[in-house]
C-alpha cells in the first residue's frame, strides 16, 4: 500500500508541476508590495510580514528550493495550513527559471523574500574589497533578473549577518550597503518595479542599532528600503519586556524605514511562538512589520518545522504550536500607527565597536558598468566559474563613490529576466490559479493523506 501511495503522490506531484508550468504565462497576479514611510504596503493596505524561513537541507545542500517543483507542490499546503504570507529563500540558482514554483506561490498569496548570495559569491568578511567586483555583481544582477518579474517577489536582501559580533567585522559595512547602492540602481536602470532592497543583521546587541544608522543615512541613492535583523532573545516562556523587546521597539521608534525579523523562534526552551501575539500587536506594528520564523525544515541545529523524508512530510511539535499562535493571532488592522514620513538617519560615529569613520563608500568597480545599461546576461548558477565562485576573481573597485553616484541613469529593458509568467499576467486576461491549485491540494490531501504525519 505503502508503494502504491507513494507512486500516486509522485504521479500527482508530477501533473500538478507540469500544469502549473504550462499555465505560468498565465499567472494569478498578487499585488505588489512597496515601502510606504516606516511600513510595507500591498496596494492601499499596510501589508506585515508573516513567513518562515525556507531552504531545505540548509546552507551545506547549498540548492534551490524555488528551482525544485515537486518539492514546491509538497509544502505549499504545508504553507497554507500555517497560514503565512511570505517564505525567505537564502540562496537560488540563477541560471534557471522560476516560473512553476513562484506561480504556485503566488496562487496561493505567498511572497518571496530572497537572499542574493550564495556561498560561492558573496561579501568576504574577513577581505571584503577583493570580493567587491565584477564577477560578484553580475551574479547578484542576473538573481534580481531572474526574479523581478514576478509580482510576489517582495524584498531583496543585499547580505545576510555578514557584519557579526566582532568588531573587525564591521569594516565590511561600506560594501554591503554599496551592493545596496548597486542593486537599486541596476532595478531602476533596467526597468523594473522598485523592488525593496535592503539588509538582514545579526542580534548583536554591540552594533544592532549602528548597522541600521549607517543602512539609512546619507544620500538616498545609497540608503536601503528597509532595515531587518535576526532576533532571538524571547525564549519561551519570556514576555514583551523581560525578552527586551519593549527596549527594542522603544530604540527603534523614530527610524524612518520598515523593521522586520528576518529570522525569529528561540528554540532553548520548548518554543510555544508567543511573541507572534507581540509582534502583531499594538505595541509593535508602529515600527515592526512583521517577522520570518526560523525554520520550516528540521536540519541539525533543530529549529525545523517539519521533517521531509522524500516526498512526506512529518507535521513537528512546533509546526502545531505555530499553527496556533498565527491562528490566535488576527493580523492587525488599519494601518498600525506606522509613521508616513521620516528622515535619513545619522550616520553612526566611529567607537570601539564601529570602525567606519564616515559614510564613504567604494565606487562600483569598473568592470560592472556595463550591467547597468546591458544588463547581466545568463548568471552562473551555484556552482559557476567552475566552482571557484566570485571571491577572488579580480577587477576590484579602486574608487570611492561620488555621492549620488547610485542614481539611476536611463530606464533599459527588463527583457534579459529569466521569468516570463509573472510579468506578463499583470498586462492581460488573467487566469488565476487559486482553484486550480486548491483542487490539488483536496485530492493530495484525500488520496495520500497517509504521508503527511502529525505528532
Known sequence: MKGFTSTLASSLALGASTALASLAPRASSVPTVSVKGNAFFA???????????YQPGGSSKNADPIADATGCQRDIPEFTKLGINAVRVYSVDNSVNHDTCMNALAAAGIYLILDVNSPLYSINRQDPAPSYNPTYLQSVFATIDAFAN????LAFFSGNEVINETTASTITAPYVKAVTRDMKQYIGNRGYRQIPVGYSAADVTSNRYETAEFMN???DDERSDFFAFNDYSWCDPSSYTISG????????SNYSLPIFLSEYGCNTNERKFE????????QMTPVYSGGLVYEYTMEENKFGLVQLSGGSVTELADFTALQS???NTPMPSGDG????????SNCPAQSSTWLPGTDTLPAIPDGAVQYMSQGAGKGPGLKGNNGA?????GGASTATATPGSGAVTATGSAASSTSKGAASSLHGPELSLGPFVCGLVVILSSMVGASFQLL
Open 150 to 153: 514576478y509580482p510576489n517577489t
Open 325 to 327: 499562535a498565527y491562528a
Open 275 to 282: 511573541e507572534v501575539s507581540a509582534l502583531y500587536g499594538p
Open 337 to 344: 500607527g506606522y509613521k508616513p514620513n521620516g528622515q535619513a
Open 389 to 393: 565562485g566570485s571571491q577572488n576573481a
Open 217 to 219: 543615512c546619507g544620500p
Open 43 to 53: 496596494a492601499n493596505d499596510r501589508f506585515y510580514i508573516r513567513g518562515i524561513d
Open 245 to 252: 523587546w519593549d527596549k527594542k521597539v522603544e530604540l527603534f
